[in-house]
């Protein structure tokens, strides 16, 4: 097992060189840069833009550019950002933790949520409590997660029951740590919902026929026939046979943390890493692009990782070599 | 001496959305202490479905419309489910055909087998004792269900299956997926299991000769009715339904080798489209008018009851 890990952690290295490559030529593909649109503005000279091109870098070739990044990769340097005139890794730093407490409570509250109403709903399948939740399900699929989003701001503003926008309020400087973290809970709390609310729907359904399918398997009559009761058939013989392929969809969901709240981010105001990087990329603030994908891959081949581990765990069959 | 399982006039239906379909229509058998009755028929016959209703394990769109099922004199189609749950695995208790996908590939065997006791103490203890039983070693207690042989999957079967000494085993096709080799040694010990706990064994087959050599009694069905119920001994020498004397015929141990094997012309009905009559009556050479007519009742002739208008018609329609 330990060299099973070792081994897929260094399979990491060449994935990610390999992809932060590609993604670098393609963003190189398109046409312009950065300094491009500063050209529009006549008080600017083309010779000073000529020489900020230098400094930066950009009057090289794509591949030797990447290089230099790389380089500067080693040395945890993620680079300068043209817009903002400050390091990668400033600008990030917060967003970034804005963004993943976000997506984590946001799919937390997905599966705590989904894993019980789908065990409940194949339990009562065909039943009205089934039919009732297979139709929320739908309307919740069917609803935009920026549209419920955008419906929980018109309620928050509405009501005043919860902050709009941010992350902290503004009398909160002299709270102590615990206030302090209340109050950034209660302004996930809108932000959190609308992403969970439009991901519950589509877990549920899996959910549900995961068990549904367990249930109806051969060693479920077997569990009956030697007079188990109802709970240890639900809870042993068919949950952990449901479970298990969840394990390799949770890998996944891990990966779509920094994109999959971009939208919810930018209608609830929520200053996280989505509106920087959709900036970053019209802009072709190129630095800034490559630091958000370098996060997004290491999170999907790491969230995979840890996927094939916990099924490895879970089921038996499973062997890692 | 109070009879292991006694099934009279059985009915089951089948339910699709408005109509009904009949899958099994008066059953009658019943198996005595310490003896093994075997069920044999095609596919589809209702053995299976018979079995189910014993372990009142249904699938959910059967329902069991008449009859009367007594295991070791109790009824327990008038028992609640929670009663029910009380005689699975301890007064009747089942294997199936495919040992591996009966067993939760999650677990290991030995933890399947253990939690199936009823009484709290010495679960592990007794556990070991019925590995020593089934003839398995003990450390294949903690392996896992693909780790072992389709032999030894049906062992921890019957271990799982006999581990609260019940009185009745329901056997469905317990070595069909089995080579002939370790089919065997899976028959031997079902043996050995009643010789030593005086148990009970419903044996579903569809192989005449293993049936015969099995058991003491055997049930011959077709199309959910049970057409004839005899001595092992004696159905080989005078079968007396048609479809018994067909089904003999077809033995491979009775012809030359490489000789045509002759077979039951036709199929079995579909269920839901069964003709009036007896339902034998299109595959059947000594068919007369009134087969197509009626269904034959229960007849006895000596220790053996058939349904077949050749042996007289006492009148019943059933």
């Given at each position: ?8 952690l ?5 994935l ?8 670098f ?6 046409p312009g840069?950065?300094?491009?649109q ?5 008080e600017?000279s ?21 290089l230099y990044w790389?380089k500067?990769?080693?040395r945890l340097?993620?680079?300068q950002?043209?817009s903002?005139?400050?390091?990668v890794s ?5 967003k ?19 894993i019980?109403?789908?065990?409940f ?13 297979s ?9 935009p ?8 701001v018109?309620?928050?503003a509405r ?8 992350t902290i309020?503004?009398?909160?400087i ?9 109050d ?6 809108l932000?959190?919902l609308?992403?969970a ?5 589509s877990?549920?359904?899996l ?9 109806g ?18 809870f042993?013989h ?5 479970v298990n392929p969840?394990?390799?969809i949770?890998?996944y969901?891990?990966?779509?943390v920094l994109s999959g709240?971009?939208?919810v ?9 989505g509106?920087?990087i959709?900036d970053?990329v019209?802009?072709q ?14 999170l ?12 490895a ?5 499973v062997?890692l070599? | 001496?109070e009879?292991?399982?006694e ?7 089948a ?14 058998l019943c ?9 044999v ?13 014993v372990m009142?394990?249904l699938?959910?769109n059967?329902?069991v419309?008449?009859?009367?099922i007594?295991l070791?004199?109790e009824d327990?189609?008038a028992?609640?489910?929670?009663q029910?749950?009380?005689i699975r695995?301890k007064?009747a ?5 495919e040992?591996s ?12 087998v253990m ?5 709290g ?9 019925m590995f020593?039983?089934?003839e ?5 207690y ?13 062992r ?28 065997n040694?899976?028959?031997?010990l ?8 005086g ?6 087959t569809?192989?005449m000769?293993?049936a015969?050599?099995f058991?003491?009694?055997?049930g ?5 009715r ?9 159905i080989?020498?005078s ?9 003999i015929?077809c033995?491979?141990?009775r012809y030359a ?6 077979t039951v ?6 269920f ?34 058939v349904?077949?208008f050749?042996?007289g018609?006492?009148?019943?329609d059933?």
């Amino acid at each position: 097992m330990k060299k099973y890990i070792l081994k897929r952690l260094l399979q990491f290295i060449p994935l990610l060189l390999g992809m932060t490559f590609i993604s670098f030529m393609i963003i190189q593909m398109a046409p312009g840069d950065y300094f491009t649109q500063l050209s529009m503005n006549p008080e600017i000279s083309p010779l000073t833009i000529e020489s900020m091109r230098r400094d930066f870098g950009l009057d090289k070739p794509a591949v030797i550019q990447y290089l230099y990044w790389l380089k500067n990769l080693a040395r945890l340097n993620l680079g300068q950002s043209f817009s903002y005139h400050v390091p990668v890794s400033f600008l990030i730093g917060q967003k970034l933790r804005n963004t993943l407490s976000l997506s984590i409570f946001s799919i937390f509250l997905t599966w705590a949520a989904a894993i019980p109403l789908g065990i409940f709903s194949a339990v009562k399948d065909g039943r009205w409590q089934d039919r009732t939740l297979s139709l929320l399900a739908y309307i919740g699929i069917s609803i935009p997660s920026f549209l419920t989003a955008m419906l929980l701001v018109f309620f928050a503003a509405r009501t005043g029951a919860f902050p709009v926008g941010g992350t902290i309020s503004v009398f909160n400087i002299s709270a102590t740590g615990w206030e302090k973290f209340a109050d950034y809970m209660k302004h996930l709390l809108l932000p959190g919902l609308a992403l969970a609310l439009s991901g519950i729907g589509s877990l549920f359904r899996l959910m549900k026929n995961n068990f549904l399918e367990a249930l109806g398997s051969p060693y479920i009559t077997t569990a009956r026939a030697k007079g188990l009761g109802e709970a240890r058939i639900y809870f042993r013989h068919a949950l952990r046979n449901a479970v298990n392929p969840m394990i390799t969809i949770f890998g996944y969901t891990l990966s779509s943390v920094l994109s999959g709240a971009a939208l919810v981010e930018i209608v609830t105001n929520w200053p996280g890493m989505g509106r920087l990087i959709l900036d970053a990329v019209l802009s072709q603030d190129l630095y800034l692009v490559m630091a958000s994908l370098l996060i997004g891959g290491a999170l999907l081949i790491l969230g995979n990782l840890a996927a094939d581990i916990m099924i490895a765990a879970a089921d038996p069959r499973v062997r890692l070599r | 001496m109070e009879k292991t399982l006694e099934i009279s006039n059985l009915e089951v239906s089948a339910r699709d959305g408005k109509k009904s379909f009949a899958i099994l229509r008066g059953i009658n058998l019943c198996a005595e202490p310490n003896q093994a009755v075997a069920l044999v028929g095609e596919s589809g016959s209702g053995k299976t479905m018979t079995a189910m209703s014993v372990m009142r394990l249904l699938p959910r769109n059967l329902a069991v419309d008449r009859g009367r099922i007594l295991l070791r004199g109790e009824d327990i189609l008038a028992m609640s489910e929670s009663q029910m749950r009380h005689i699975r695995g301890k007064v009747a208790s089942m294997i199936f055909q495919e040992p591996s996908s009966y067993l939760n590939p999650l677990f290991t065997v030995g933890s399947q087998v253990m939690e199936a006791v009823k009484n709290g103490e010495e679960r592990f203890e007794k556990t070991m004792k019925m590995f020593e039983d089934v003839e398995l070693e003990r450390n294949v207690y903690f392996q896992y269900p693909h780790q072992l042989s389709g032999g030894m999957q049906q062992r921890v079967m019957i271990a799982m299956a006999m581990i609260n000494n019940p009185a009745l085993l329901i056997a469905d096709e317990p070595t069909t997926a089995l080579d002939v080799t370790t089919a065997n040694g899976i028959v031997l010990l079902l043996r050995k299991m009643m010789d030593k706990y005086g148990l009970s064994v419903l044996f579903i087959t569809h192989d005449m000769s293993l049936a015969a050599s099995f058991a003491e009694k055997i049930g011959v069905m077709y199309a959910g009715r049970l057409v004839e119920f005899s001595d092992a001994a004696g159905i080989f020498k005078s079968p007396l339904h048609p479809y018994t004397e067909k089904l003999i015929d077809c033995l491979p141990e009775r012809y030359a080798p490489g000789s045509r094997i002759r077979t039951v012309e036709g199929s079995v009905p579909d269920f839901r489209q069964l003709p009036g009559g007896c339902p034998f009556h299109l595959r059947c050479p000594y068919k007369i008018t009134l087969c197509t007519q009626r269904k034959p009742g229960p007849t006895l002739i000596g220790t053996t009851t058939v349904r077949c208008f050749k042996y007289g018609d006492d009148g019943q329609d059933s």
